[in-house]
């Protein structure tokens, strides 16, 4: 099925550090978005980033997107403790949906 | 600006017992709604998604029925729970050329 699916599954890094997660998706895409969700909180929409754009940036976050290689990834510079979160990528294949992957949680220590 | 609302925060129910969950959105009109459910520790899976009044899609059989009585409210249900039905239930309604924007949530156990 359609699933985007992230890696790795947990990352551990020192404030200050740069956090890259990566996800892989298997069809074509209109577009790929991805979340961060604090434990037990709703999702936080981060990043839209359509099927023929590159590379998009907001803030500290920085996200790109491979259609060849059907991969996205998602670069978070000079981590912060409160960037402590499950961060999840979604794909947008039909227009009306999303299919998500199973998510990166990131621990960022002080 | 736009926002959704879910309500309860948090639900303990014993198997067997009826569900209702709300969802509403306010400051926009006719939206997109969709009902995910998350388990522990895991992504979300879509369980319906309605593109208007009265018009439900299910993307997975189970023991859950959604509603639209209204525009801008989204009601997932359940006449007898299952132990299986915990988790926690994320409403979200899609923003066009934006992406999707997910409620707070609703943190389901059944015991």
């Known amino acids: 099925s359609q699933q985007g699916e992230e890696d790795p599954q947990a990352l551990s890094i020192q404030e200050g550090e740069n956090a890259t997660m990566n996800c892989s998706y298997k069809t074509s895409i209109n577009n790929l978005q991805w979340y961060r969700q604090n434990s037990g909180r709703g999702l936080v929409h981060l990043i839209l980033?359509?099927?023929?754009?590159r590379e998009k940036h907001s803030g500290r976050l920085r996200v790109t997107l491979d259609t060849s290689k059907k991969s996205s990834s998602l670069l978070i510079t000079a981590s912060r403790a409160a960037d402590t979160a499950s961060y999840f990528c979604?794909?947008?294949?039909?227009?009306?949906?999303?299919?998500f992957g199973g998510g990166t949680r990131l621990m960022v220590k002080p | 600006s736009q926002t959704i609302h879910q309500w309860p925060a948090t639900l303990v129910q014993p198997v067997g017992s009826p569900l209702s969950l709300e969802c509403t959105v306010e400051g926009t009109s006719n939206p997109n709604l969709y009902w995910y459910r998350q388990a522990a520790g895991r992504g979300l899976q879509l369980l319906f998604y309605s593109v208007g009044i009265g018009q439900i899609s299910s993307e997975v059989p189970q023991n859950l029925s959604a509603s639209r009585p209204q525009d801008r409210q989204f009601i997932l249900s359940s006449k007898k729970l299952l132990l299986s039905d915990s988790g926690f239930y994320l409403c979200?309604?899609?923003?066009?050329?934006?992406?999707?924007?997910f409620g707070p949530g609703t943190r389901l156990t059944v015991t």
């Open positions: 980033i359509r099927s023929n754009e």
């Open positions: 979200a309604w899609r923003f066009p050329l934006l992406g999707q924007y």
């Open positions: 979604a794909t947008d294949y039909a227009g009306n949906m999303l299919t």
